[in-house]
Structures are given as C-alpha cells and as structure tokens.
Nanobody, 123 residues
Framework: QLQASGGGLVQAGGSLSLSCATSDHTFSRYAIGWFRQAPGKEREFVAAISWSGAATNLVESVKGRFTISRDNAKNTAYLQMTSLKPEDTAVYYC??????????????????WGQGTLVTVSS
C-alpha cells in the first residue's frame, strides 16, 4: 500500500516536497509514477522514475521545476516541487508499476495507487 504525503498550502513561487512511502519491501521492483488531478479535470501524468532511478520522465509543464527521485532503502519516492504555480493546484497521487524499467505516462500501466495528497498553490 502506497502512502502519499507532504501536500499543503503554499504561495506561488514556493516549494513543497511530496513523499510516497510503503512498508512493502518489494518497493524496488516497481517503477513509480506521480499523477495529479485538478478539480473538474482528468487525472494527468506528472513524473515517473524507474526502479533504479536511472530513468526519469517528467511532463513538459513541470520540467525545470519538479524533480522525481527515490530511496529504495527507505521504500520511498519523492517529488520535489519548486517555483509552484496556481495551475499546479491538484490532488497528487503516486502509483507503482510492475514494469520496473518503464517511465510511462500511461495511467493504465500502473498497478497500485496510493491515496492522494492535496497541493494548493495560492496566487
């Protein structure tokens, strides 16, 4: 079971760091993705990282502002968000995919999902 945390209220230009943790010791066997869903909108891809961290993928709108990483020893993945904008406001979800080397943006490629954590960016 994945547990996303770290959301909150921040002013535009600020930073937040999200965590995605599990007690499952098979964590390192999975790719991890971050997705977000704004009110009234569909869930969208934000970032993904392969099992080793060697490969990452970020949606164009967050490149240069967000960083995805993981610490397999801690069974935790991270999404570091800087220069936040009001349009980044959403519920952020992490997910695990069995294809450990994939850094896909496809929602259907992810097998396990955590509950979301709300990020609100005020202007």
């Amino acid at each position: 079971q994945l547990q996303a945390s770290g959301g909150g209220l921040v002013q535009a230009g600020g930073s937040l760091s999200l965590s995605c943790a599990t007690s499952d010791h098979t964590f390192s066997r999975y790719a991890i993705g971050w997705f977000r869903q704004a009110p009234g909108k569909e869930r969208e891809f934000v970032a993904a990282i392969s099992w080793s961290g060697a490969a990452t993928n970020l949606v164009e709108s967050v490149k240069g502002r967000f960083t995805i990483s993981r610490d397999n020893a801690k069974n935790t993945a991270y999404l570091q968000m800087t220069s936040l904008k009001p349009e980044d406001t959403a519920v952020y979800y992490c997910a695990a995919g069995k294809n450990a080397v994939a850094v896909t943006a496809e929602i259907r490629e992810y097998d396990f999902w955590g509950q979301g954590t709300l990020v609100t960016v005020s202007s």
